[in-house]
C-alpha cells in the first residue's frame, strides 16, 4: 500500500547529505508497521484509495530532512520524521482517524506499536509514528 519510494518522496536523491543508514532502518520499519495497521483499517471498511495531491499516493508526509522540517508550518522542531520514524497518512475524510479512535483501531495501535497524533490536530491526516511521544499517551498532542 505505502512503499518506500512513497516515504521517501524523492527527498533521498534531493537531500544525500541529509540520510543515514539508521534513518534508511526506521523509514523501513515505519512502513512496514503503518501498512499493517492499514491493512487492518481496510478490513474494518475504512477507505484507503485517496491520493495526496500533492504526492499523488497515500503519504501526506513521510521523511523529512532537518532543515525541510524547520521550514514546514507547525511542525515540531524534534519531528519524529526526520529520524524516519513518523508518517502521515492522508486521510481527507478523517476515516482512518475515526477508525483509530474505536477500540478496535486503539487495540491496533498498540499490538502494533504506534503513537497517533489526536485527530483534533490533524485534519486532513493521520500522523502515526513508531516510538512514544514524552507524555507515553497512545493518542497524543503535539
Ligand atoms: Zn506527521
Redesign the pocket.
Known sequence: MITLADFFMGRREQYPLAMSPSIEREALRTVEIVNKLLAQAMSYGVDLTHKHPQTGTLVA?GWRPPTLNAATPNAAPN?K?MTGQ???VYDPDGELDDWLMTGEGQAALTALGLWL?HPSA?KS?S?LQTVPPKSGRRVFYP
Open positions: 508526509s519531528s520524521h513518523a508518517l502521515d497524533e490533524t491526516w500522523h
